[in-house]
């Protein structure tokens, strides 16, 4: 892991990767896309675009700009959707996954809670039948989480 992203916590050095991000997928760095990307990169969750929203209060670009700015970052592999919840989609940071398989999701049966479990090995599923390809393989997990574990 980078020292930038060790630095996040700092204002400027979020900037200075959301900028990166942007030049690495060629991508304008118009407000809307500085604004939300910013949003994803201050979160270690997954967060729902009404989040990035509340995130970034007076300075949200509308939904619907909120959404195409997401589209974007999906489309050049940057943000990926994490898992659907309650019908709501959560978003977050394309990184450390392969192009394949993402990290799986930790949903706490008792809090609720959901959680990116960034260190898990799981192979990609191997299909006998012939005619599937594989493109893409989430997994998500339920159990108890460390707080409700007890
Ligand atoms: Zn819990
Ligand atoms: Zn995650």
Redesign the pocket.
């Known amino acids: 892991m980078s020292a930038v992203e060790k630095e996040t916590h700092n204002g400027y050095t979020h900037k200075q990767k959301v900028a990166e991000l942007l030049k690495a997928a060629k991508l304008r760095q118009t407000h809307p896309r500085l604004a939300v990307l910013g949003a994803l990169i201050a979160t270690n969750?997954?967060i729902s675009r009404q989040q990035i929203a509340d995130t970034l209060g007076d300075n949200a670009p509308d939904k619907v700009t909120i959404y195409r700015a997401l589209e974007c970052f999906m489309d050049k592999g940057i943000v990926?959707q994490?898992f659907l919840k309650d019908r709501t989609a959560y978003f977050?940071l394309g990184h450390?996954c392969s192009k394949t398989q993402?990290?799986p999701?930790f949903t706490c049966t008792s809090c609720k809670k959901t959680?990116?479990?960034?260190d898990a090995k799981i192979p990609l599923a191997e299909i006998s039948d012939q005619g599937f390809t594989i493109k893409h393989q989430k997994v998500e997990l339920e159990g108890l989480c460390p707080d409700c574990n007890d």
Request: net charge neutral; with cysteine.
């Open positions: 969750t997954p990926h994490a977050e450390n993402c990290h999701h959680v990116c479990i960034k």
